[in-house]
Antibody
Framework: QVQLVESGGGVVQSGKSLRLSCAAS????????IHWVRQAPGKGLEWVAL????????YYADSVEGRFTISRDNSKNTVYLQMNSLRAEDTAVYYC?????????????WGQGTLVAVSS | QSILTQPPSVSAAPGQKVTISCSGS????????VSWYQQLPGTAPKLLIY???KRPSGIPDRFSGSKSGTSATLGITGLQTGDEADYYC??????????????FGGGTKLTVL
């Protein structure tokens, strides 16, 4: 079955960096784009970034453009989110999620999430 | 403030039907299909509907979706207490970012009285 498992979250000081990982299994990883979506405590969902199946195209929300970098290693079935210059407003649960249906970019399967807490 | 507008809350009795609306604009819902998600407390979102009205395998037909113009609607019939959750609509902004610029509504909390 499809599985996405995030790791790398934790408590970090404002201005510091953190790298999240998303390990995939149960599907042909190299054929799917992967999103990162976050959810601040008690708030709604916010799309963060997308990387295409081959890693050749990457897109970011305005709120993280220039600070976050998405990448993938198809040999390891893993997607990464490098987060630099972290701010208090980046505090959230970060989900990786699969772009499952070619004509419908919103995700189909989601991981369980990893919590990032930025302290000021 | 989300670009896609949902009512903050809806409620209905067990066994009844409820609808949740999602309003967007000509550049998002007006051009693209809509997905719907259920998020039970403390869990990750789960896809209920994609491409406006299609259900993934395993999603019961109590859940339905529709779209008209720049708005979409999720319907849930035969409400159960286990349906109490937050529901989100999702689509994307028509732009040069192919697959990016995914948008989510602000979420609607469903209470089954």
């Amino acid at each position: 079955q499809v599985q996405l498992v995030e790791s790398g979250g934790g408590v970090v000081q404002s201005g510091k960096s953190l790298r999240l990982s998303c390990a995939a299994s149960g599907f042909i990883f190299s054929k799917y784009g992967i999103h990162w979506v976050r959810q601040a405590p008690g708030k709604g969902l916010e799309w963060v970034a997308l990387i295409w199946y081959d890693g050749n195209k990457k897109y970011y929300a305005d709120s993280v453009e220039g600070r976050f970098t998405i990448s993938r290693d198809n040999s390891k079935n893993t997607v990464y989110l490098q987060m630099n210059s972290l701010r208090a407003e980046d505090t959230a649960v970060y989900y990786c999620a699969r772009w499952g249906y070619p004509t419908s970019p919103p995700p189909d399967f989601w991981g369980q999430g990893t919590l990032v807490a930025v302290s000021s | 403030q989300s670009i896609l507008t949902q009512p903050p809350s809806v409620s209905a009795a067990p066994g009844q039907k409820v609808t949740i609306s999602c309003s967007g604009s000509s550049s998002n819902i007006g051009k693209n299909s809509v997905s719907w998600y259920q998020q039970l407390p403390g869990t990750a979102p789960k896809l209920l509907i994609y491409e406006n009205n299609k259900r993934p395998s395993g999603i019961p037909d109590r859940f339905s979706g529709s779209k008209s113009g720049t708005s979409a609607t999720l319907g849930i019939t035969g409400l159960q207490t286990g349906d109490e959750a937050d529901y989100y609509c999702g689509t994307w902004e028509s732009s040069l970012s192919e697959g990016g610029d995914v948008l989510f509504g602000g979420g609607t909390k469903l209470t089954v009285l």
